[in-house]
């Protein structure tokens, strides 16, 4: 049975990588990699290094592209998975260990149609190595060993440098000898942690230069959090995050019936003898939900993913404990019945995993390549930078003003309509132009010649 888990998990982490869209931002940071890699570190200094580092070296092995940095993630996905293993086997027991890893390797998290942690993105590298920082912290606490608490700063220095928004699980570390009613170790171990993990991050930074980096990332996350980003959610366009919105994103994400499970097991274990296991690791969830929730002022789709390990690990946990605090056969009836909830959504994603394949941009894409049109400019409405850049970087625009174009693009973006020029260009050239519709796009190409602003107004010219 455990080899089974472990095959479908590989499944679920390296199969069809390249099957879903390349997303925008996934593409900034692929580029930047690659760019880090050959010494020129000006692109995406809003962000730390860490992940990109690991994305251009894996391009190195599987050449340029996504293709390599996905690996990466799927790889750090397993290692979470593992390390959970072995931290619950340890503490709780062999099949808690199995339902913990098989619960975070399985289980959906969608973003934009995959899996989150499919994409080569900064969280799920952040979240992973937060997560062998924690688990390699309470094995410094639990077996007495020095050396693992500078290890655990080096990991937590990993994690920060990949994206800064962990930085909130700092108390928990601090928490961690307390709890054991060992204050001594928090001085000592606990310095040696801090230097390590000082030294880390100093040393991830060096290269782009620590001090011009940190102080620009600050500035920009500042401005970012002030000014808000334009998201729509459930239907309405937001400049500002409600603060339930990583919440719908998570329900939307991993689906009515794993939330269920999920909320339910995290109930059982927080009411059903809470240890110090449940405390750690609460004290780490509740952290990151407080941050996101009610500190950051924008909420992405992927931003909820930060909570999942967490999460996981705690239902889980809160799953097993029903089967000892339940009546038998009751309890052992209950368990069965969760996890089998959580089966069939995990089954729905393999299927999702196997059929995924390149939509709406990417399509779009290939019909101007297929059709000649594979070398000159595109004039995009509706349709953003974030999503339009992975494919046409270099050539794409939102500005009218940087033609000659090839052809002209309109998405269905509700943030960004088409500006009055587009509408007015399309009604008075609808003859001297071809429309093609590619799953959600409408393509407008000209019969003859391109398109261009004249007298910013657009019209077509041979």
């Known amino acids: 049975m455990v080899v089974l888990l472990g095959v479908w998990a590989l499944y679920q982490?390296?199969?069809?990588?390249?099957?879903?869209?390349?997303?925008?931002?996934?593409?900034?940071?692929?580029?930047?990699?690659?760019?880090?890699?050959?010494?020129?570190?000006?692109?995406?200094?809003?962000?730390?290094?860490?992940?990109?580092?690991?994305?251009?070296?894996?391009?190195?092995?599987?050449?340029?592209?996504?293709?390599?940095?996905?690996?990466?993630?799927?790889?750090?996905?397993?290692?979470?998975?593992?390390?959970?293993?072995?931290?619950?086997?340890?503490?709780?027991?062999?099949?808690?260990?199995?339902?913990?890893?098989?619960?975070?390797?399985?289980?959906?998290?969608?973003?934009?149609?995959?899996?989150?942690?499919?994409?080569?993105?900064?969280?799920?590298?952040?979240?992973?190595?937060?997560?062998?920082?924690?688990?390699?912290?309470?094995?410094?606490?639990?077996?007495?060993?020095?050396?693992?608490?500078?290890?655990?700063?080096?990991?937590?220095a990993f994690s920060v440098t990949s994206k800064v928004s962990t930085i909130v699980l700092l108390p928990a570390f601090v928490l961690l000898p307390l709890l054991f009613r060992q204050p001594r170790r928090l001085l000592s171990g606990g310095v040696a942690w801090l230097i390590a993990f000082v030294l880390a991050v100093v040393a991830l930074y060096a290269p782009m230069g620590t001090r011009s980096a940190i102080a620009y990332m600050v500035r920009f996350q500042n401005g970012q959090n002030e000014n808000g980003h334009p998201l729509s959610i459930a239907g309405e366009v937001h400049t500002f995050a409600p603060w339930w919105a990583n919440a719908y994103f998570l329900w939307h994400g991993v689906g009515t019936v794993t939330t269920v499970v999920l909320v339910l097991g995290l109930l059982a274990a927080l009411l059903l003898r809470p240890g110090r296991l449940v405390a750690f690791l609460g004290t780490a969830l509740g952290l990151l939900?407080?941050?996101?929730?009610?500190?950051?002022?924008?909420?992405?789709?992927?931003?909820?993913?930060?909570?999942?390990?967490?999460?996981?690990?705690?239902?889980?946990?809160?799953?097993?404990?029903?089967?000892?605090?339940?009546?038998?056969?009751?309890?052992?009836?209950?368990?069965?019945?969760?996890?089998?909830?959580?089966?069939?959504?995990?089954?729905?994603?393999?299927?999702?995993?196997?059929?995924?394949h390149p939509t709406g941009i990417a399509l779009v894409a290939r019909w101007l390549d297929d059709h000649g049109r594979s070398a000159g400019g595109v004039l995009f409405a509706a349709a953003t930078p974030t999503l339009t850049d992975p494919y046409f970087a270099g050539r794409g625009s939102m500005e009218t003003d940087d033609g000659p174009f090839v052809a002209l693009v309109v998405g269905g973006d509700r943030r960004f309509p088409p500006s009055d020029e587009v509408t007015t260009f399309l009604k008075d050239h609808r003859t001297e132009l071809r429309r093609t519709d590619i799953d959600g796009f409408a393509v407008w190409t000209p019969r003859s010649g391109s398109i261009v602003e004249q007298q910013r107004r657009l019209t077509v010219t041979d």
């Open 289 to 356: 939900v407080v941050f996101y929730t009610f500190v950051a002022h924008i909420a992405l789709a992927n931003y909820y993913a930060a909570w999942m390990p967490l999460l996981i690990a705690l239902a889980a946990l809160g799953i097993t404990r029903v089967a000892a605090a339940v009546r038998p056969p009751l309890g052992a009836v209950a368990v069965a019945v969760l996890v089998a909830a959580l089966v069939v959504p995990a089954a729905a994603e393999s299927v999702t995993i196997a059929r995924t």
């Open 13 to 156: 982490c390296f199969w069809n990588l390249l099957g879903q869209n390349v997303h925008g931002d996934e593409s900034i940071y692929v580029r930047a990699g690659w760019s880090y890699l050959h010494g020129d570190f000006s692109a995406n200094r809003e962000h730390p290094p860490t992940a990109k580092y690991l994305f251009g070296a894996a391009q190195v092995l599987f050449g340029q592209g996504v293709l390599g940095p996905r690996v990466v993630v799927g790889v750090l996905v397993v290692l979470v998975g593992a390390a959970l293993f072995w931290w619950f086997r340890k503490e709780t027991g062999f099949w808690t260990g199995v339902l913990v890893a098989a619960v975070w390797l399985l289980t959906p998290r969608d973003f934009l149609g995959a899996r989150v942690d499919r994409y080569a993105l900064l969280d799920p590298v952040m979240i992973a190595f937060a997560v062998l920082a924690l688990a390699t912290a309470w094995a410094w606490i639990r077996s007495g060993r020095p050396w693992l608490a500078p290890v655990s700063g080096v990991l937590f």
